[in-house]
């Protein structure tokens, strides 16, 4: 097997690159670094590539090409390598077009920490500032729907009503019921050491129709509603649907994301009354078969804690967890890219977004709840 062969010809202003022998990895190394600096150093105009290598070759070659070539486009020298073979010259072109991922090389100098810093500040303002003006769009949406100027379709308003409600009956109800038994036994731990297992539905029902109602619901919806819009619109906005509405002069915060975001809104605290008292029911269930308590003492000692306060209070959390979740998925579908990765990760983020702002929304009412006695 011959050794790998690179001769280097001037040619007045021109050099003459031609390679030869074999080109396979347990042929000979070549350091293309050298070859790069012995070239240049030679301050061509024009450089030719010329191949006496026939089918004696792997990757190795096209490499050492792009190397040299990707060397040459960066100080603007005229590259020729129409004397190299079809295959070679397609693998070349090819890696040529597609360009290099910004995030392709490890070994380039690391960003420093203020950088990062500085870029994560730098993105988290412009995601405030895209959040609100979100918001103050849909806000406008609204009030031209209220005015009745909406270009809005009824039937997409009920597909939206029936895939956010009654969709999501089965995996609502399989949740909340668990969520009850755990804090049901969670609560018969303590309680019964002191002989108090009737405060077991003062627990239960105080903690679904306060908190847990309402924050497992949200959770539920952000995983299957909220990451559906962002992957409906993310797909309309790959393939161009969205320019073409707003080339016909509809506006996609009426026509898309409108009847998203009342779906939500009206069927969020139907799913949260809902999950409240599947959990009260789940809460039982432990109660009665453990304990000498009865389903009627249950049901009263539940009616005695829960007041209309917490009723309400849930409610009104299930409302603003729906807008939040609506807003965090259309959102980042209408922010995705072009290709389908774009769509996954945009699917993510709007799973992400949704649970942080609903953590975050809990948390705030709660303590505004607690500051006023409600």
């Not at 997409?156 to 019921?177: C, H, K, R, W, Y």
Request: with cysteine; charged share 15%; glycine share 8%.
């Amino acid at each position: 097997m011959s050794a790998t062969g690179i001769a280097i010809i001037r040619n007045g202003e021109q050099i003459i690159i031609r390679f030869s022998g074999s080109w396979r990895r347990d042929s000979g190394a070549v350091d293309s670094a050298k070859l790069i600096k012995d070239v240049l150093s030679l301050l061509p105009k024009r450089i030719a590539f010329q191949c006496e290598v026939q089918n004696d070759w792997d990757s190795r070659l096209p490499a050492c090409l792009f190397r040299l070539l990707n060397e040459c486009r960066q100080r603007n020298v005229n590259a020729d390598i129409s004397a190299l073979p079809d295959g070679l010259q397609r693998l070349v072109k090819q890696a040529m077009t597609v360009p290099e991922r910004q995030d392709a090389r490890r070994d380039g100098p690391k960003t420093p920490l203020l950088a990062i810093i500085g870029e994560n500040v730098l993105a988290a303002k412009t995601n405030v500032h895209e959040f609100l003006g979100f918001i103050g769009l849909m806000l406008l949406s609204l009030l031209t729907l209220i005015r009745g100027k909406a270009k809005m379709r009824r039937v997409d308003l009920m597909l939206f009503i029936q895939e956010a409600g009654g969709n999501a009956l089965p995996i609502v109800t399989l949740i909340s019921i668990l969520v009850g038994l755990i804090l049901a036994f969670v609560g018969s731990i303590q309680l019964s050491r002191f002989g108090a297992q009737i405060f077991i539905a003062d627990l239960v029902g105080l903690g679904m129709f306060r908190e847990m109602g309402a924050l497992m619901t949200a959770v539920i919806v952000a995983g299957r509603t909220g990451a559906a819009y962002a992957a409906q619109l993310g797909t309309m906005n790959a393939n161009s649907e969205i320019d073409a509405l707003k080339t016909m002069g509809i506006s996609p915060m009426e026509f898309l994301v409108l009847p998203r975001l009342l779906a939500l809104m009206l069927m969020m605290p139907l799913l949260v009354l809902y999950a409240d008292y599947l959990g009260v029911l789940g809460g039982a269930i432990v109660t009665t078969g453990t304990f000498d308590i009865s389903w009627l003492q249950y049901i009263n000692e539940t009616k005695r804690i829960v007041r209309i306060n917490a009723f309400f209070l849930g409610m009104f959390k299930g409302l603003v967890f729906a807008t939040l979740i609506a807003v965090a998925g259309c959102l980042r579908g209408l922010r995705c890219g072009r290709s389908a990765s774009d769509v996954g990760n945009a699917t993510t983020g709007a799973v992400v977004d949704s649970i942080v702002y609903i953590v975050v929304a809990d948390s705030l009412i709660t303590i505004m709840a607690n500051r006023l006695h409600i």
